[in-house]
């Protein structure tokens, strides 16, 4: 089943670039983190995705999605569908996700093989999806920072591919936060200038590193900020994942009904 | 794909190019290339060619399988689609439907061409998809699935069921499809689907003598037995089912209301005595009957825990009963069953699944071939590792009533993109009087792989 939360945050990486520096020209940690949440990310997005999965001995697995995202006011909504490979052709995953509020996401799976939508729960965000070196949270934070599962501290300036950053160390509130999303520590670096995450360091709850998630190929599309690529590298097993995004719309209109269970059913022939 | 593909465009430019002159074949090689282009943009070929091996513990060989399996997507517009998939099947033992079945239980448009013993071909799926007004239409051969449950069939019995391989064949396969017409209407949040179905095809039953054959009489030589044909009803229209279902997403639950007038796939056994100068004859004649169906669905997510469960209820359904007490072997009565169901995820890269299935009919019966409350557990756990490339699955279907059932472990390997090999056990225990017992030994080691293209 693991495979099937898989694909349900394979979503396009998108960051905004809102312009929100301090009077004094140097922003606070609480600045720091309300500008890089504060991004515009459209209301809609229409994409397309290449996973490349390397392991150890450099096999290599490739999985393209099609995907479409859509705000309702803070509701988010999504519904991907695997169109390669083939096995995994028609795979889809929607999900209502509920920013903000208490109550869990609710997702929905359509599971080819079995000619089948299933409910399924995608509580455990410290899950990785779909075979990647993303965990579920990773993938649902949409490069966001998390104001409350962790403490921020600020941990200096440093260039990341000539790109000036704040660097915040961030430590999970709590062992139970910890636990559950795998990280004992994060250290992030958000670009200066354009409130974008460029890189993002994590140790497991032992201490020790995890894996780096480094954003590349930046550009404005349609005036959102946007990541073409991003790279995680996990250097405890030596495996890695580089998203491509191949094809990203935020204009063209998506239809309400695009979210709903029967649209799920119909597969990606439909899209 | 794209040699397909580039058949039809030689096919193309072939007939194309019969005109004479040469800037007319200039002309019409650009045509063909247009034509080729458009044609890769609305033909998607996609499909599978697997293997599959079984020798049971005792050292018999049971099945050694190769399928063909192309899918093939023309989209036609935005709107409307049509697909075609052809399965071709080769089974160089021939002992899971040995020779050549008559497929009585089939209707003719939806039967399998069988060529010889171990060669078939069959049209598993042939539909239009398109959209008038606000409504979903598919037209064809298709494979409609209703409930929530895993194996257990309560609601989802719209599609008789291939026991070619008792339930062990992959989901996918142990399904027959059937030329139905199938109606989704958007009412508001909910969808209203609606189905007519003339296709008149019952389960597949394996015949006498097949390995999984379900029909086993063992009478004393001073009984004689006749089997008569099964009396499939054949009108498309006055023997159609017709199915309407209701379902949406309310509150946080997935609700669904279902109902469904068909004949009962399972065929009643109605038995006949008759004594003469030879003997007494027991005369076996099997026979559809017409149910309704009425039930519901319901499922929600809970933290870790997923609950989901179905329920319906027969207003007629006929079991084996005593001769004695029942002068034709069958016993009428009214059936109400539910399946209730718990996926847990709450251990990392693993679910647990389990099931509860309980049947109880209306009223018992003396000499009634089953209790009157028949209770079914199943229990699956399934672990992903390797960034899910291993996958280890083991599965339990236990009949509490019997003691017996089956366990299934598996293990499989994603070798790169297209291809997957897997091996495991389907392993029966129990009694011969049970569903799963009767089948005790014919325990199965199977090993197979799976090219996707």
Same mark, same amino acid.
């Given at each position: 089943?693991?495979?099937?939360?898989?694909?349900?945050?394979?979503?396009?990486?998108?960051?905004?670039?809102?312009?929100?520096?301090?009077?004094?020209?140097?922003?606070?940690?609480?600045?720091?983190?309300?500008?890089?949440?504060?991004?515009?990310?459209?209301?809609?997005?229409?994409?397309?995705?290449?996973?490349?999965?390397?392991?150890?001995? =450099?096999?290599?697995?490739?999985?393209?999605?099609?995907?479409?995202?859509?705000?309702? =006011?803070?509701?988010?909504?999504?519904?991907?569908?695997?169109?390669?490979?083939?096995?995994?052709?028609?795979?889809?995953?929607?999900?209502?996700?509920?920013?903000?509020?208490?109550?869990?996401?609710?997702?929905?799976?359509?599971?080819?093989?079995?000619?089948?939508?299933?409910?399924?729960?995608?509580?455990?965000?410290?899950?990785?999806?779909?075979?990647?070196?993303?965990?579920?949270?990773?993938?649902?934070?949409?490069?966001?920072?998390?104001?409350?599962?962790?403490?921020?501290?600020?941990?200096?300036?440093?260039?990341?591919?000539?790109?000036?950053?704040?660097?915040?160390?961030?430590?999970?509130?709590?062992?139970?936060?910890?636990?559950?999303?795998?990280?004992?520590?994060?250290?992030?670096?958000?670009?200066?200038?354009?409130?974008?995450?460029?890189?993002?360091?994590?140790?497991?709850?032992?201490?020790?590193?995890?894996?780096?998630?480094?954003?590349?190929?930046?550009?404005?599309?349609?005036?959102?900020?946007?990541?073409?690529?991003?790279?995680?590298?996990?250097?405890?097993?030596?495996?890695?994942?580089?998203?491509?995004?191949?094809?990203?719309?935020?204009?063209?209109?998506?239809?309400?009904?695009?979210?709903?269970?029967?649209?799920?059913?119909?597969?990606?022939?439909?899209? | 794909?794209?040699?397909?593909?580039?058949?039809?465009?030689?096919?193309?430019?072939?007939?194309?190019?019969?005109?004479?002159?040469?800037?007319?074949?200039?002309?019409?090689?650009?045509?063909?290339?247009?034509?080729?282009?458009?044609?890769?943009?609305?033909?998607?070929?996609?499909?599978?060619?697997?293997?599959?091996?079984?020798?049971?513990?005792?050292?018999?060989?049971?099945?050694?399988?190769?399928?063909?399996?192309?899918?093939?997507?023309?989209?036609?517009?935005?709107?409307?689609?049509?697909?075609?998939?052809?399965?071709?099947?080769?089974?160089?033992?021939?002992?899971?439907?040995? +020779?050549?079945?008559?497929?009585?239980?089939?209707?003719?448009?939806?039967?399998?061409?069988?060529?010889?013993?171990?060669?078939?071909?069959?049209?598993?799926?042939?539909?239009?998809?398109?959209?008038?007004?606000?409504?979903?239409?598919?037209?064809?051969?298709?494979?409609?699935?209703?409930?929530?449950?895993?194996?257990?069939?309560?609601?989802?019995?719209?599609?008789?069921?291939?026991?070619?391989?008792?339930?062990?064949?992959?989901?996918?396969?142990?399904?027959?499809?059937?030329?139905?017409?199938?109606?989704?209407?958007?009412?508001?949040?909910?969808?209203?689907?609606?189905?007519?179905?003339?296709?008149?095809?019952?389960?597949?039953?394996?015949?006498?003598?097949?390995?999984?054959?379900?029909?086993?009489?063992?009478?004393?030589?001073?009984?004689?037995?006749?089997?008569?044909?099964?009396?499939?009803?054949?009108?498309? %229209?006055?023997?159609?089912?017709?199915?309407?279902?209701?379902?949406?997403?309310?509150?946080?639950?997935?609700?669904?209301?279902?109902?469904?007038?068909?004949?009962?796939?399972?065929?009643?056994?109605?038995?006949?005595?008759?004594?003469?100068?030879?003997?007494?004859?027991?005369?076996?004649?099997?026979?559809?009957?017409?149910?309704?169906?009425?039930? +519901?669905?319901?499922?929600?997510?809970?933290?870790?825990?997923?609950?989901?469960?179905?329920?319906?209820?027969?207003?007629?359904?006929?079991?084996?009963?005593?001769?004695? %007490?029942?002068?034709?072997?069958?016993?009428?009565?009214?059936?109400?069953?539910?399946?209730?169901?718990?996926?847990?995820?709450?251990?990392?890269?693993?679910?647990?699944?389990?099931?509860?299935?309980?049947?109880?009919?209306?009223?018992?019966?003396?000499?009634?071939?089953?209790?009157?409350?028949?209770?079914?557990?199943?229990?699956?756990?399934?672990?992903?590792?390797?960034?899910?490339?291993?996958?280890?699955?083991?599965?339990?279907?236990?009949?509490?009533?019997?003691?017996?059932?089956?366990?299934?472990?598996?293990?499989?390997?994603?070798?790169?993109?297209?291809?997957?090999?897997?091996?495991?056990?389907?392993?029966?225990? +129990?009694?011969?009087?049970?569903?799963?017992?009767?089948?005790?030994?014919?325990?199965?080691?199977?090993?197979?792989?799976?090219?996707?293209?």
């Amino acid at each position: 089943m693991n495979l099937a939360i898989g694909l349900l945050y394979i979503v396009s990486s998108v960051f905004g670039a809102p312009n929100l520096s301090n009077e004094t020209g140097v922003p606070t940690i609480e600045q720091i983190v309300e500008n890089v949440n504060a991004r515009d990310v459209g209301v809609q997005a229409s994409n397309t995705i290449r996973m490349t999965l390397t392991d150890k001995k =450099g096999k290599e697995l490739v999985r393209e999605s099609v995907g479409f995202r859509k705000y309702f =006011g803070e509701e988010k909504r999504s519904l991907n569908f695997c169109s390669k490979p083939a096995k995994l052709r028609n795979f889809g995953l929607l999900t209502f996700d509920y920013e903000g509020e208490e109550k869990s996401d609710d997702s929905w799976a359509y599971l080819p093989d079995m000619r089948k939508v299933r409910r399924i729960s995608t509580d455990d965000r410290g899950a990785t999806v779909l075979g990647t070196d993303f965990t579920v949270q990773d993938m649902k934070n949409e490069s966001k920072i998390s104001t409350v599962d962790y403490d921020y501290s600020a941990a200096g300036i440093e260039t990341v591919e000539d790109h000036v950053c704040h660097v915040l160390e961030a430590l999970p509130v709590s062992d139970a936060i910890a636990k559950e999303l795998g990280y004992g520590k994060l250290h992030i670096f958000v670009d200066a200038d354009i409130w974008i995450l460029r890189k993002v360091e994590f140790w497991d709850v032992e201490g020790t590193h995890l894996k780096t998630i480094t954003m590349h190929d930046v550009e404005e599309v349609d005036g959102i900020w946007t990541a073409r690529r991003v790279f995680a590298k996990n250097h405890q097993n030596d495996h890695s994942t580089l998203i491509e995004l191949l094809e990203i719309d935020y204009t063209t209109e998506i239809d309400d009904d695009t979210f709903t269970e029967r649209a799920l059913r119909r597969g990606i022939r439909g899209k | 794909m794209r040699k397909v593909l580039g058949l039809l465009g030689v096919g193309v430019l072939c007939v194309l190019t019969t005109l004479s002159s040469a800037e007319e074949v200039e002309e019409n090689e650009e045509l063909s290339v247009r034509l080729f282009d458009r044609l890769k943009e609305r033909v998607f070929v996609t499909g599978a060619v697997k293997f599959e091996t079984a020798i049971e513990t005792d050292g018999d060989a049971q099945k050694f399988e190769f399928i063909v399996q192309p899918e093939i997507e023309i989209n036609v517009n935005d709107d409307t689609n049509i697909v075609f998939v052809p399965r071709m099947r080769f089974d160089a033992l021939d002992e899971l439907e040995p +020779g050549r079945p008559d497929q009585d239980e089939i209707a003719g448009p939806s039967r399998r061409w069988l060529i010889g013993d171990p060669l078939e071909l069959e049209v598993r799926e042939l539909f239009v998809e398109t959209i008038v007004g606000d409504t979903y239409l598919t037209v064809g051969k298709q494979t409609v699935v209703w409930g929530e449950s895993d194996g257990l069939k309560v609601l989802d019995v719209v599609n008789p069921t291939d026991l070619r391989e008792f339930g062990l064949a992959d989901f996918e396969d142990s399904r027959i499809p059937l030329w139905t017409v199938n109606a989704e209407i958007p009412i508001k949040e909910a969808t209203l689907q609606l189905l007519w179905i003339p296709d008149t095809s019952k389960h597949n039953i394996p015949e006498m003598g097949s390995t999984f054959d379900l029909v086993n009489i063992d009478l004393p030589d001073s009984i004689n037995l006749n089997i008569e044909n099964y009396a499939r009803p054949r009108d498309g %229209f006055k023997d159609s089912d017709f199915g309407a279902r209701l379902s949406g997403f309310w509150k946080g639950w997935n609700l669904s209301l279902n109902y469904f007038y068909h004949y009962d796939d399972t065929p009643v056994v109605y038995l006949a005595l008759a004594a003469g100068d030879d003997g007494v004859t027991v005369t076996v004649s099997p026979e559809y009957e017409r149910t309704h169906l009425i039930g +519901g669905t319901f499922s929600k997510a809970f933290g870790d825990l997923t609950l989901r469960g179905e329920l319906g209820y027969s207003t007629k359904k006929y079991f084996d009963a005593s001769i004695l %007490f029942d002068p034709d072997g069958v016993h009428e009565t009214g059936e109400f069953g539910y399946v209730i169901g718990l996926d847990w995820f709450g251990i990392r890269d693993t679910m647990i699944s389990f099931q509860l299935f309980q049947s109880i009919l209306d009223h018992d019966a003396p000499g009634l071939g089953r209790d009157r409350v028949d209770n079914t557990i199943t229990f699956l756990v399934r672990r992903s590792l390797k960034n899910d490339t291993l996958s280890v699955y083991n599965i339990l279907v236990h009949n509490l009533n019997h003691g017996d059932g089956y366990v299934r472990p598996k293990i499989s390997y994603q070798v790169n993109d297209e291809m997957s090999i897997w091996t495991g056990f389907d392993i029966f225990y +129990g009694g011969d009087s049970g569903l799963f017992g009767q089948f005790d030994d014919k325990d199965r080691l199977v090993m197979g792989m799976e090219w996707s293209f």
